[in-house]
Every structure is written in structure tokens, then in C-alpha cells.
């Protein structure tokens, strides 16, 4: 199966083994894309908050000419999607609710994936924000790909001793982990500079992982029209998905797509810490403290 093929005109900033990254408006790339040739798009776009960016795009529309535009976009990602590909679309719950509703007349709902981000102050006035809106959909009436991660149990990171009572249900528990709800409370906002890759927020690259590895399998084509620092390539690169990128303003995910010695660092721990009952940090606690697992097998002595 080829790529997703684009007219050329366009400014192609960037090429690597499995995707391409433009430098230009989403709206440009994406209708220059084959109708029904991408398997997963992930939106991040601009919340529409008053923020500057590099690009010195409007970010503080009238709010029926904020979504005008979405729908300008999201029109496209269905006409982008294969049968049974998957459209996630992260925002803030306000901007997801009047989507939401425009997409359910062209997708098949899945999930409304509440994603725990604690990341300002409390607001006068209001309740605390404390929670951003993952939508997910499917082209059709089921997903083509479908495997979402399993999470490691929670537990005391003094003794290692599981968290939750799981009282006689220990023994029929998956040996690969806990089911993923969709609930997220373990995604942390990027803030340690070593992490950054531009002044403005940049997505968790577990997050992108969580998704890619939910949607999609390694060959599969992912596209992200608000690329940002790059972080949904970045996890595509690292995981062997193929994908089309954009941005107005692509040099942040140029130059981190250029060096991903750190990223590809982080995604090892990544991969280590899911789809097990126990992180090996855990494992190593609870077999010093003499906690076995009806389910879990001991593991070696590093020594």
C-alpha cells in the first residue's frame, strides 16, 4: 500500500523515510491528499484562547467563526479517513461539545476521553479546569484497527504494594495489565525543559503514543493538520507508522524530527512501563517485600 500521495505546489519542508512535513495551511495540504487514504488523524488545533503564535494566525475569532473554520477542517478529515479509520480531535470541552455535535452527523462515535491536565490556576467564578476533551470517532460503523494499550496496576511507590483492593478477582486479572478507560489521569503536561521543543505547549508524546498504538498498526498513515512541536510524527517515526504532516509554521517539528535522541529515549520507558501488570520498578519492590502476585511471575536477581 503506497502513502497518501499530495499535488505538488506545496512547500515540503521536511521528508524522512516515512512521512513528509509541509510548511503551510492545513486547509491547502489536506485538500491536495486522496480522498479515503489515511488511516488515523489526530487534530490539535489553536483553542482559540488569544495566545501569540509564530505563524500570526487569529487566535481570538468570534466564536461561530471559530467553528465555521473546524468545520472547514474536519469536513476534510472525513473525506481524508478510509472506511474504518479513526479521527481523534483534542480540545477544551467547550469547543469539543459544538464538534462533536458536527462530526456525529458524518462519523460513528466512539469515546468522549476525559484526559486529567492540571496545568493553570483556578478560575474565579467557575469550577477549576482540570480535564481536556479527547473525541474519538470512526469512519463507518466500527474501527479497522483497534488495540488499545493495557495501563501496569497502580501502586505505592515507597513499598510497591498495589493501591486498589482487588480483593478474589487477582487471579482472573489480565497478566498484561488493566484495562484502559476513558478516563486518562497519567499524562503528565510537558513542562521539564529538556522535554520542550518550543516555547508553546507541546503535547505528551505518551499521549501520541496511546493514541497511534489505539488506531493504527506500523505502515499505517497518520495525519496531524496542527503540527506544533511535531509530537504526533515524532511518535509515528518511532513506531513505524507512515505520515503527512503540517503546520504554518513547521521549523519546531523540523529541527526536533531532525535530532529525536531524547524522544527515542522516552519512548523505550514508554513502551517498557505498558501492557504489563507490573512496571519492573514495581515488580522489583513487591519481590523484595515478599508481595507475589497470584498471576505474577518472580523475576530475577539483577545481582
Given amino acids: 500500500m503506497e502513502m497518501a500521495r499530495t499535488k505538488a505546489g506545496l512547500n515540503l519542508l521536511k521528508t524522512t523515510g516515512l512521512g513528509r512535513l509541509y510548511e503551510g495551511d492545513c486547509l491547502d495540504v489536506m485538500r491536495s491528499v486522496e480522498s479515503g487514504s489515511v488511516d488515523l488523524i489526530f487534530a490539535d488545533p489553536p483553542f482559540n484562547l488569544g495566545k501569540t503564535y509564530a505563524s500570526g494566525i487569529d487566535d481570538a475569532m468570534d466564536g461561530a467563526r471559530y467553528l465555521d473554520w473546524c468545520e472547514s477542517w474536519l469536513s476534510e478529515c472525513v473525506r481524508l479517513l478510509r472506511d474504518g479509520g479513526s479521527l481523534f480531535l483534542w480540545n477544551l470541552p467547550k469547543w469539543n ?18 484526559v486529567d491536565f492540571k496545568c493553570g490556576m483556578p478560575v474565579r ?10 473525541l ?45 478507560s476513558d478516563v486518562w489521569t497519567d ?37 496531524d493538520p496542527f503540527g506544533g512541536s511535531g509530537t504526533t510524527y515524532v511518535a509515528a517515526e518511532l513506531t513505524g507508522r507512515r505520515w503527512i504532516g503540517m503546520d ?3 521549523a519546531d517539528a523540523a529541527r526536533r524530527l531532525s535530532d529525536m535522541a531524547v524522544d527515542r529515549k ?15 520498578r514495581d515488580a522489583r519492590k513487591r519481590e523484595k517485600a515478599g508481595m507475589i502476585w497470584p498471576t505474577e511471575k518472580a523475576l530475577p536477581n539483577p545481582n
Fill in 187 to 223: 499524562i503528565s503536561p510537558v513542562r521539564h525543559a529538556k522535554f520542550k521543543n518550543r516555547e508553546a505547549n507541546a503535547l505528551p508524546l505518551k499521549l501520541l503514543d496511546r493514541v497511534l498504538s489505539m488506531g493504527t498498526d506500523p505502515g499505517s498513515v497518520v495525519l
Fill in 248 to 250: 504554518l509554521h513547521a
Fill in 136 to 180: 474519538y470517532f470512526v469512519k463507518g460503523p466500527r474501527p479497522a484497527i483497534f488495540h488499545p494499550d493495557r495501563l501496569p496496576l497502580q501502586c505505592c511507590r515507597h513499598c510497591g504494594g498495589e493501591v486498589h483492593d482487588y480483593g478474589g478477582k487477582k487471579s482472573v486479572m489480565n497478566p498484561s495489565g488493566v484495562s484502559l
Fill in 125 to 134: 467564578g467557575r469550577l477549576y479546569p482540570a480535564h481536556y476533551s479527547l
Fill in 97 to 114: 461539545l459544538a464538534m462533536g455535535g458536527y462530526l456525529m452527523r458524518h462519523l460513528t462515535f466512539r469515546h468522549s476521553i476525559a
Fill in 266 to 280: 522516552l519512548m523505550s520507558n514508554l513502551t517498557n512501563e505498558k501492557n504489563t501488570l507490573f512496571t519492573d
